[in-house]
């Protein structure tokens, strides 16, 4: 891997590649639309066999053939690239990108509901930076991955707390509810200002790299 692209795998959220002789014999030809898949995979046997069949964002393909499996909207490798791609302009069309991952794993594995995450995400495309997305990115992705191996952890536990404590200021903040949440106006404050820091200095490393290549 190059200099230049470390820098941009440290902004966008690193997902585990999969290996060639992994997946070689269920890939499509062509490269543009290239799906990883299993033939025997439908929505009657999600239940069955959890670890194999996970549908973590659930967009019909497994974990272990999908090529983001908390981002929905990213299937097949041509998807995945296109997003890096407009991570890099820093953007994204049409709010595709998934920002909520940890909020999606929860969701996923019934420990937050559909509807906060929904009011979560739709706040997210509002209201969050993309700076701010991508600071959240760099931590949370590596966080769901030790989740998704550790779920028995009491700090699991904790991590839920305080996500849902933050959803239910967000539905305050969008009028869905007429409580607010002090802890996750706290969440909010540190969480957020964090993960904007983080996103500034992913840029600047970016900005300088790019400074030094000219």
């Not at 019909?60 to 991570?87: C, F, H, L, M, N």
């Not at 991952?101 to 929904?118: H, P, Q, R, S």
């Not at 949440?181 to 840029?203: A, P, Q």
């Amino acid at each position: 891997m190059t200099e230049e692209e470390t820098v941009y795998a440290t902004r966008v959220p690193a997902v585990l590649e999969q290996t060639i002789s992994e997946v070689q014999t269920l890939r499509k030809v062509d490269s543009s639309t290239t799906r990883y898949i299993n033939p025997s995979y439908s929505g009657s046997n999600r239940g069955s066999d959890r670890d194999s069949n996970r549908d973590t964002d659930r967009d019909g393909v497994i974990d272990k053939y999908d090529r983001d499996p908390y981002d929905a909207s990213i299937q097949t490798e041509s998807d995945y690239q296109e997003r890096r791609a407009q991570e890099r302009r820093g953007g994204a069309s049409g709010g595709r990108t998934n920002s909520r991952i940890i909020c999606t794993w929860l969701t996923a594995n019934g420990l937050m509901d559909k509807e906060d995450l929904t009011i979560d995400q739709q706040f997210t495309i509002e209201k969050i930076s993309m700076t701010t997305r991508i600071g959240y990115w760099v931590w949370a992705y590596p966080l769901v991955d030790w989740m998704e191996k550790n779920k028995e952890h009491k700090f699991v536990n904790i991590i839920r707390y305080l996500a849902q404590a933050r959803a239910n200021e967000i539905k305050y903040q969008k009028g869905y509810s007429n409580k607010p949440d002090y802890v996750g106006k706290t969440v909010r404050f540190f969480g957020e200002n964090l993960c904007t820091l983080i996103g500034h200095v992913i840029n600047v490393k970016e900005k300088l790299f790019k400074k030094g290549i000219n």
